[in-house]
Nanobody, 123 residues
């Protein structure tokens, strides 16, 4: 099993930047594909970005492509989400997720989740 803890959320003005971190503990971090999801009030959980076991492959939702960058440091057992040019519609709770068997955009197939970190973008 792996335990995940997100950090780095906060309040930022539109156009600003934040960097989220997801620290993992437990089983070997490099065994897991990782992803970021977000959920705004009253909305379904939404895929944001994913990264493969070794970081060699990444994929982004169209809504964040060109503004967000996902990365990982397996030596530090940490995944990151650099968010630039933030918009009010990016406001949500952001969750990191891990799977040892799945590399995709469907949140239902990720078995491990962090507690979430709030990102609020003011206009």
């Amino acid at each position: 099993q792996v335990q995940l803890v997100e950090s780095g959320g906060g309040l930022v003005q539109a156009g600003g930047s934040l960097r989220l971190s997801c620290a993992a503990s437990g089983r070997t971090f490099s065994s897991y594909a990782m992803a970021w999801f977000r959920q705004a009030p009253g909305k379904e959980r939404e895929f944001v970005a994913r990264i493969s076991w070794n970081g060699g492959s990444t994929y982004y939702a169209d809504s964040v492509k060109g503004r967000f960058t996902i990365s990982r440091d397996n030596a530090k057992s940490t995944m990151y989400l650099q968010m630039n040019s933030l918009k009010p519609e990016d406001t949500a709770v952001y969750y990191c997720a891990a799977s040892s068997t799945y590399y995709g955009a469907n949140y239902q197939f990720y078995g491990y989740w962090g507690q979430g970190t709030q990102v609020t973008v003011s206009s």
